[in-house]
Every structure is written in structure tokens, then in C-alpha cells.
């Protein structure tokens, strides 16, 4: 059944309203509500359905500015659920305002499963997975008309804002929980926009990426320039065919929204180092959540073009789950080919065509195939302590990966030793010099123990002098095994750049059955060099060199480590993994975050 948008009220400050303007007479239903407030853009108010669409009038006729927003439909209608509705902004046609710099031509701002809207936090998460951005949020919090009345808004570039209750209502209750602010004198141009030339709004960098979320053919050049990767980093005749094969195994698997897109780029930068790939990609628009994905997709994917033990392939495919969605990465291994002689290349598309058979029959390959585990445990583990929470999780995949359990309901059962928190923590940074780790561990509250390996260097004499590396590296072990068998939070200060080094203080934290928080900054090696030629102890060129060529993050769900924090260059917790979200405390300095409303940090 096709339903008009209801018409929004002014609220009762809004100066544009005019004499045939809904207005509220009070903004009394909000009060001790969580709103949402969001930028009211300047376009035509359009509802999309499974099988159609129309704009604010339910017998709205062609126009050619609708004509893009149709081919948009086309694309991501059939995710759209019978009886929902999408309803958005088409900004393809300049209106009163002109955008120049719009992340596509159409925002979703409200979904609606029949009479009901549903919450703010559900309504991005639906728009996001099907390829649709949704409007800027300028503020969020308790309701405070004080607040609201103070912000300031640039009127030549912005309409206005919407103010809405972050939780979902009925439709008979829309007029007392959405709003809105109009800019004086909205309407500036002399003839309707529906009667003058057609002229579009202008498209930013950032649009290529959404053209891939919503399933738009790849333009791989667009996308290189959106992400900030220089052609040279993705040339080659090859990379436009394994985008365009990427893209077509993706649609054909049903995955949209972030899920394509990180596939699409892993394709586009397939050929780059994978640290490099988060680097590049965190300091950019897609943000840290994203950038580790996409840099863990290129590091797993020629995993599967290689001969695995069948008895272990279960345990494998399950730790690769905690880390990439299965179906995206056996798309991407299968797309890149191994390259070298035909027996190869069959041999490579014959392991990753019978690990995809093995995923399938395991109901490993489809969306989020753990998290019927963690919605299980989240009821049992709610109200815990968050290290105890985070470790129980750990604990839980590691033994669903070993077959030990199957059920959340063995799970909740497998976990409870863990449940009182009386267990040690081990913070392990991880990265290369100059990339901040250290910084940041010397700046978090709680801290027991703190163990460098530079620092113990120094007590002999002198930090920079590597003769003695073993021996160095066994005291530090030693005062770790001390360390953690007092309990409490001990921090290990090393690089600790591969999977092999991690496993020595791996080994210790095991046998004192500690809780591992692997800390990992992504930061650009341009960055990392410029700040060792100002650090009071630089390492030589050739040793950072070394250290960037070998750097192998953990990654989600090894077996090493419980939960894996991520730094942004400025130091800050950008991302996490292994844990429901990152919170105050030790190993969990929470900083900004990048591109999304309230992310859960859970893999």
C-alpha cells in the first residue's frame, strides 16, 4: 500500500514557516526524550517501496530529475522487505540550495515497517547495509530546546535541521516526535524547480563509494581517488577485470552496503602490502572500521588459494569468520587467481572452490554466520564486567572453533569460570616505531606493570643497542610471567610485529590465564618516517624500513589474543574488535570515531 510522509511541523522557533506550514504550539513532547538532530536537506521528498517509489504526492507524474532515483531503486529494491518503506531526499535537481560535494543524490532519513518508523540506531543500520547514506547528524542527546536554540547553522549552504526521537513510534505519533527548523526565506528562486532546467547537484569523492554500497557497476579509478591511493599503487591491466569479477560474485552472494564495498576495494587494492591497505584507508573517508576490513581481506584471501588439512579446515574457516565475512573473501580469492602456470592457477581455484563448499555446508558462508553465538551469549553475559564479558566471547568462539561446542547455550555453560573477572590482563601494543603505542599505553589509567623492552636495554647501558636481543627479550618474559602471576594489568611495550613474536608472550599469558588486548595503530609510513626523524631516540631508516616490510597485525578471532583495539595516526581507539564496545579502562583509551553513529564494535 503506497502511504504519503506525513508533513513535518515547524517547531516553535523555526523563522521559515510560512501561513500554510504545519506548526508545533510546543516542543513538551520531547522533553526527557533521546533525539536525534540531523541536517534538513534542501531536495524532494521521495519514498521508495520493494516495487515502486513515488514522491510526495502519491500520483506524482515523470520528471527527468527522477530518473536517477529510479535507477537507484533498481538496484536495491529487492532488499527492501514487503510492506517497509524508504523514505529520503532526492537531491539530484538543484533546488533553492546548491550542493556541490553530496556523497550521492539520494539520502534515506526514515524507514517504516507499515505504520511503525522504526528507531534512529535501526533505520541507519538498514539504509547503510543496503547502500544508502543518511543526513548529517549536527547533534544527539536528552532533549534540550536550550541547546537546539544555540545551534548555528550556515543558511546559505543549509536549510535546516529535523529533530526526531532516536527511538522508533507509530505514525499517529509523528507530529509529537519529529520537528523541524527552517531557515527565514527558504524558497529564493523566482520559478518552481519542477518548471526550470533540470541542473544537478554537485557529487563529491566520497559518492563513488556509495555507488559501490548501493551496487553500481565499479568505477575503479573513482574509487582510487576517493580513497586517496595513487593509480601507480592500483595499475595493471589486470585490476579492472578482478573489480568488475569481485563485484559480480558479490551481487550474485547478495551482499550490499559496507560488505560490497569492502570487497570492491580489497579487489582494487589486492596488490598492496595489507598494512599499507589499513593505513591508507583509515587516514582516508571510510574510516578505521572499514580500512582493517579491507586490509584484512587482502591478508586472508591467498590463505584459500592454498592447500589447507581438511581436519583442520573447520577450526580455520571459523577464525577467518571472526575476522572477514567468508562469502566476500572466497569471492575475492577467487576473482585474483594465483597467477604463475595454468597448474597454478587450477590448483589455486580448486582450493578456494572446495573451502567456499566446505564454508557453505558449515553455514559459514552466508552474512554474519557468528552471530547467532554472540546474540545467545549477550542476555548471559549482560551486566558483567566488560573484560569478563569480552573474555567469555573469546573464549566461546575459540571453543566453537575447535568443535568443543556448538550452541550459545553450551557456550553460556563453557564460559562461566571466566565470569568473576579474577583473571590478569596483558595489553600487548603491536606496530612499529614511532607509530604511537607507546604514547598511548604510558597514558592508561591502572596500570600495574609496565614492561619495555627499550627500557630494559636502557638499564644496561644503553637502549639502542641490539647485541643482545635474546637475552633482553627472555628477562622481559620473565618479569611478564611475574608480572601477570600477581595479577592486576601488566603492559608489554615491544614492536611485536608478527604472529611468531606475539606467540612468545602468548605462551606466558596462557599459562597465567590472562586476558590479551592486543593494541594495533594504523598509521601511514610517510607519517611513521616524519615522526622518527623528530623522536629523541629515531631508529635507523633501514631498521624502520624493516619493521613496515614485516608488520603482520594480528588479526580478530587467531587464537593469540582475546580482543584487538585499533589506533588512528592521532592516537586514539578508532576501532575494536572482540568486545561489544570499547569502553573506559585499561587497554581501552576510547577516541574518536570515524564515519559511523554508534558502532558496534563486536566482529
Known amino acids: 500500500m503506497r502511504t504519503p510522509y506525513p508533513r513535518t511541523p515547524h517547531l516553535p522557533w523555526s523563522p521559515g514557516a510560512t501561513a500554510d506550514d504545519v506548526r508545533a504550539t510546543g516542543a513538551e513532547w520531547f522533553a526527557g526524550r533521546e533525539v536525534v538532530v540531523t541536517e534538513k536537506l534542501d531536495g524532494e521528498n521521495t519514498t521508495l517501496y520493494a516495487d515502486g517509489l513515488h514522491a510526495r504526492s502519491l500520483d506524482s507524474a515523470h520528471h527527468p530529475s527522477r530518473a536517477w532515483v529510479k535507477g537507484l531503486h533498481s538496484r536495491i529494491g529487492a532488499g527492501i522487505p514487503a510492506g517497509w518503506r524508504i523514505c529520503?531526499?532526492?537531491?539530484?535537481?538543484?533546488?533553492?540550495?546548491?550542493?556541490?560535494?553530496?556523497?550521492?543524490?539520494?539520502?534515506?532519513?526514515?524507514?517504516?515497517?507499515?505504520?511503525?518508523?522504526?528507531?534512529?540506531?535501526?533505520?541507519?543500520?538498514?539504509?547503510?547495509?543496503?547502500?544508502?547514506?543518511?543526513?548529517?547528524?549536527?547533534?544527539?542527546?536528552?532533549?534540550?530546546?536550550?541547546?537546539?536554540?544555540?545551534?548555528?547553522?550556515?543558511?546559505?549552504?543549509?536549510?535546516?535541521?529535523?529533530?526526531?526521537?532516536?527511538?522508533?513510534?507509530?505514525?499517529?505519533?509523528?507530529?509529537?516526535?519529529?520537528?523541524?527548523?527552517?531557515?527565514?526565506?527558504?524558497?529564493?528562486?523566482?520559478?518552481?524547480?519542477?518548471?526550470?532546467?533540470?541542473?544537478?547537484?554537485?557529487?563529491?569523492p566520497q559518492a563513488a563509494l556509495w555507488e559501490v554500497r548501493s551496487g553500481a557497476e565499479p568505477d575503479p579509478v573513482a574509487l582510487a581517488a576517493a580513497v586517496g591511493v595513487g593509480a601507480e599503487a592500483v595499475g595493471g591491466a589486470a585490476v579492472p577485470s578482478v573489480v568488475a569479477e569481485v563485484a559480480g560474485r558479490l551481487d550474485a552472494a547478495g551482499r550490499t552496503g559496507d560488505a560490497r564495498l569492502a570487497g570492491v576495494l580489497a579487489a582494487l587494492l589486492h596488490r598492496m602490502p595489507r598494512t599499507a591497505v589499513g593505513a591508507r584507508l583509515a587516514a582516508g573517508p571510510v574510516g578505521m572500521r572499514a580500512a582493517r576490513r579491507v586490509a584484512d581481506l587482502v591478508g586472508l584471501s591467498p590463505r584459500l588459494r592454498r592447500a589447507f588439512p581438511d581436519e583442520e579446515r573447520r577450526a580455520g574457516l571459523v577464525r577467518m569468520a571472526a575476522a572477514a565475512d567468508l562469502g566476500v573473501l572466497h569471492a575475492l580469492a577467487a576473482a585474483v587467481g594465483a597467477g604463475g602456470d595454468r597448474v597454478a592457477v587450477a590448483e589455486a581455484s580448486e582450493c578456494v572452490e572446495w573451502s567456499a563448499l566446505y564454508a557453505q555446508e558449515e553455514g559459514l558462508l552466508g552474512p554474519e554466520p557468528l552471530r547467532p553465538l554472540r546474540n545467545g551469549l549477550r542476555d548471559a553475559l549482560a551486566g558483567l564486567d566488560p573484560d569478563a564479558a569480552d573474555r567469555c566471547r573469546a573464549e566461546a568462539l575459540q571453543l566453537f572453533a575447535q568443535g568443543r561446542i556448538s550452541t550459545a547455550e553450551e557456550a553460556?555453560?563453557?564460559?562461566?569460570?571466566?565470569?568473576?573477572?579474577?583473571?590478569?590482563?596483558?595489553?600487548?601494543?603491536?606496530?612499529?616505531?614511532?607509530?604511537?603505542?607507546?604514547?598511548?599505553?604510558?597514558?592508561?589509567?591502572?596500570?600495574?606493570?609496565?614492561?619495555?623492552?627499550?627500557?630494559?636495554?636502557?638499564?644496561?647501558?644503553?637502549?639502542?643497542?641490539?647485541?643482545?636481543?635474546?637475552?633482553?627479550?627472555?628477562?622481559?618474559?620473565?618479569?611478564?610471567?611475574?608480572?601477570?602471576?600477581?595479577?592486576?594489568?601488566?603492559?608489554?611495550?615491544?614492536?611485536?610485529?608478527?604472529g611468531q613474536q606475539r606467540g612468545l608472550t602468548a605462551a606466558v599469558a596462557r599459562r597465567r590465564d590472562a586476558l590479551v588486548t592486543h593494541v594495533v595503530p594504523l598509521v601511514e609510513e610517510a607519517e611513521l618516517v616524519r615522526r622518527n626523524g623528530a623522536r629523541e631516540h629515531p631508529v635507523p631508516p633501514r631498521v624502520l624500513a624493516s619493521q613496515l616490510h614485516r608488520f603482520s597485525p594480528p588479526y580478530p578471532g587467531d587464537g593469540q589474543g582475546h580482543r584487538i583495539r585499533y589506533l588512528g595516526a592521532g592516537g586514539d581507539v578508532e576501532d575494536a574488535a572482540g568486545c561489544a564496545a570499547p569502553g573506559p579502562g585499561p587497554g581501552n583509551r576510547v577516541g574518536p570515531r570515524v564515519g559511523r553513529d554508534r558502532a558496534d564494535a563486536d566482529q
Open 412 to 498: 553460556v555453560a563453557a564460559t562461566w569460570r571466566w565470569r568473576d573477572g579474577r583473571f590478569p590482563r596483558l595489553v600487548q601494543l603491536c606496530g612499529p616505531s614511532g607509530s604511537g603505542k607507546s604514547t598511548y599505553a604510558r597514558s592508561l589509567p591502572g596500570i600495574d606493570a609496565y614492561i619495555a623492552l627499550d627500557d630494559l636495554r636502557a638499564a644496561r647501558g644503553n637502549r639502542a643497542d641490539q647485541r643482545d636481543n635474546a637475552g633482553i627479550l627472555r628477562e622481559g618474559l620473565d618479569r611478564l610471567d611475574a608480572a601477570l602471576a600477581a595479577g592486576g594489568t601488566v603492559v608489554w611495550d615491544a614492536t611485536s610485529l608478527t
Open 88 to 204: 529520503g531526499e532526492n537531491l539530484y535537481a538543484r533546488h533553492s540550495l546548491a550542493y556541490e560535494d553530496l556523497d550521492s543524490w539520494f539520502y534515506g532519513f526514515s524507514v517504516w515497517d507499515g505504520d511503525h518508523c522504526l528507531g534512529w540506531d535501526e533505520s541507519v543500520h538498514f539504509l547503510h547495509g543496503l547502500g544508502v547514506p543518511v543526513p548529517r547528524v549536527l547533534w544527539r542527546g536528552v532533549f534540550d530546546e536550550r541547546a537546539l536554540r544555540r545551534l548555528r547553522l550556515d543558511t546559505a549552504r543549509q536549510e535546516g535541521y529535523v529533530v526526531r526521537t532516536a527511538a522508533g513510534f507509530p505514525r499517529e505519533d509523528f507530529g509529537r516526535c519529529v520537528g523541524k527548523w527552517v531557515r527565514r526565506g527558504h524558497v529564493t528562486t523566482d520559478a518552481h524547480w519542477m518548471y526550470a532546467p533540470v541542473v544537478p547537484n554537485g557529487l563529491g
